[in-house]
């Protein structure tokens, strides 16, 4: 879903604003790193931290997107989201190679919710246009209080999705099966109109009386190989990502967000596959 957030952005041309405040001397712009659309809003913390804020109104959503391309890597940014009424706004923090019907993506995607109501995390991964692969989660916390990180894990053994380092969801790679393992993909991160689904499978929509709507990010890392023509170039010690899979204490939480947070997984949904379920959800 993710894939089509910036073309959902505004009907109209996309107008950069980006506000930036006078930059610490210690400090480094990690936004210099993407390209913007629509109003993002830059300014330091008291700590020093970079924040980029997406800003949606009636007019036009916002984003920002990698200049590179990435084969593998940890990615991680922390993020506050909109408090209060946020319902049929989706925010968004994920990877991409394009636009086209075989397109490679890992999402996170934020749903928005009324007032009150638990905050719904999308996890999902297409490969080579093959999605519909949703696991779904309330989060334990209120997510517009404070920052929170928000980091996924990409090699060529698994996908792990993690929330302030409590992994929550990983979806390993079977040699039969397709999995995002050749297009390299650019990080990306919207905020957008998507009341048509987003939130009670689109029942309600966003109250624009409460707009503008933002969404703050800081503290984006990425330790990754980066794409360069046919081949990549990896940074020192990428073994700590390049090789991670599930330890003891993440199949701990993992079964614990199942329990406790996990609202919808594709493969409980015999609806939606009746011809059958994915080859991956008869070997989780």
């Known amino acids: 879903m993710a894939r089509w957030s910036l073309a959902l952005l505004s009907s109209s041309s996309l107008t950069v604003a980006v506000l930036a405040l006078v930059q610490p001397a210690s400090a480094q712009s990690w936004l210099d790193e993407f390209t913007t659309d629509g109003d993002v809003r830059s300014h330091y913390d008291p700590s020093g931290k970079q924040v980029a804020s997406l800003v949606l109104d009636q007019n036009s959503g916002a984003g920002f997107n990698s200049t590179q391309k990435y084969l593998f890597g940890e990615f991680s940014v922390e993020m506050k989201l909109i408090p209060g009424n946020s319902a049929g706004t989706v925010t968004s923090f994920y990877l991409t190679s394009g636009e086209g019907d075989e397109h490679d993506e890992i999402d996170m995607e934020f749903m928005g919710n009324s007032s009150g109501a638990?905050?719904?995390?999308?996890?999902?991964?297409?490969?080579?246009?093959?999605?519909?692969?949703?696991?779904?989660?309330?989060?334990?916390?209120?997510?517009?209080?404070?920052?929170?990180?928000?980091?996924?894990?990409?090699?060529?053994?698994?996908?792990?999705?993690?929330?302030?380092?409590?992994?929550?969801?990983?979806?390993?790679?079977?040699?039969?099966?397709?999995?995002?393992?050749?297009?390299?993909?650019?990080?990306?991160?919207?905020?957008?109109?998507?009341?048509?689904?987003?939130?009670?499978?689109?029942?309600?929509?966003?109250?624009?009386?409460?707009?503008?709507?933002?969404?703050?990010?800081?503290?984006?890392?990425?330790?990754?190989?980066?794409?360069?023509?046919?081949?990549?170039?990896?940074?020192?010690?990428?073994?700590?990502?390049?090789?991670?899979?599930?330890?003891?204490?993440?199949?701990?939480?993992?079964?614990?967000?199942?329990?406790?947070?996990?609202?919808?997984n594709y493969c409980d949904d015999g609806w939606r596959f009746p011809q059958g379920f994915p080859g991956e959800c008869s070997r989780e």
């Open 118 to 264: 638990p905050t719904v995390l999308n996890t999902n991964v297409w490969a080579s246009g093959d999605g519909k692969k949703e696991h779904q989660f309330y989060l334990w916390f209120d997510p517009s209080a404070d920052f929170h990180k928000y980091t996924v894990i990409w090699n060529d053994k698994n996908i792990i999705f993690r929330v302030d380092d409590v992994t929550v969801r990983a979806f390993k790679r079977y040699a039969d099966l397709p999995y995002p393992d050749a297009k390299p993909m650019a990080v990306h991160a919207t905020l957008w109109d998507g009341s048509y689904w987003a939130t009670e499978k689109g029942e309600v929509k966003i109250d624009w009386s409460r707009a503008p709507f933002v969404v703050s990010y800081r503290g984006y890392t990425a330790n990754a190989c980066v794409a360069v023509g046919s081949s990549s170039s990896c940074p020192a010690g990428r073994n700590e990502w390049m090789d991670r899979q599930l330890e003891d204490t993440d199949r701990l939480t993992v079964a614990w967000a199942r329990r406790n947070c996990l609202q919808y």
